[in-house]
């Protein structure tokens, strides 16, 4: 079956650039994306890319794909404290199936 | 601004009764799912639809029940709580076919004593 992995833990510097990465099994997926979660809170949607696409910058935020790892990272630039959260990597082969979540990255940002 | 919302946000409740958590959205979307999260730890799917009168198991399995009468309601149903169902419940809404992100509620944190 579909199966997306992350690692559990990521801690940086304030204004340094985090990094948090992702892989993926299923090479029919259609989109990737990104959740954020903050604490006590649902999963809110911080970026996607389609799976023709290598690169996606939004503001801060620069989302790398290598579909031939079937490899996914998110790149935060000049981490802010708010960034504190988990993030979510998932992937979707598109239709009425359905998403596969990752086991989420917690990022710990130091001031 | 979604508008996907679960009720209650926190219930601390005693074994053997009966909880129902609701989710509603005022979005039209046909699909709607339920995932659980324990602390520090992924995402399950547990119960999804794609419509009135559809609802399927999903990947983890649970003793809960899900209804799915009205486009707009969803709601989860436990018979008779017990400890390990202590967790938090995520509902999740998305839209038609093609890229669609999943819009979810504040989430429901359950503990049973």
């Known amino acids: 079956g579909e199966d997306v992995e992350q690692s559990l833990f990521l801690s940086v510097r304030e204004g340094d650039s985090s990094v948090i990465n992702c892989t993926y099994t299923?090479?029919?997926?259609?989109?990737l994306y990104w959740y954020k979660q903050e604490p006590g809170a649902g999963l809110q949607l911080l970026t996607y890319i389609f799976s023709n696409m290598d690169m996606k910058q939004d503001q801060r935020l620069t989302v790398l794909l290598n579909k031939k790892d079937k490899h996914l990272s998110l790149r935060i630039a000049d981490t802010q404290t708010g960034d504190s959260a988990i993030y979510f990597c998932a992937e979707d082969p598109g239709g009425y199936q359905k998403v596969t979540f990752g086991i989420g990255t917690k990022l710990q940002v130091i001031p | 601004e979604a508008d996907i919302y679960q009720t209650p946000r926190y219930l601390v409740i005693g074994t053997g009764k009966k909880i129902t958590l609701e989710c509603s959205q005022t979005?039209?979307?046909?699909?709607m799912y339920w995932y659980q999260q324990d602390p520090g730890m992924e995402l399950h799917l547990i119960h999804y639809s794609y419509g009135v009168n559809s609802t399927e198991k999903g990947d983890l399995s649970s003793e809960s029940t899900v209804s799915r009468i009205r486009t707009e309601h969803f709601p989860l149903t436990l018979e008779s709580a017990r400890p390990s169902h202590t967790s938090q419940y995520l509902c999740a809404t998305r839209g038609g076919s093609g890229n669609t992100e999943a819009f979810f509620g504040q989430g429901t944190r359950l503990t049973v004593v």
């Open positions: 979005m039209g979307h046909d699909k």
């Open positions: 299923d090479s029919s997926s259609t989109y």
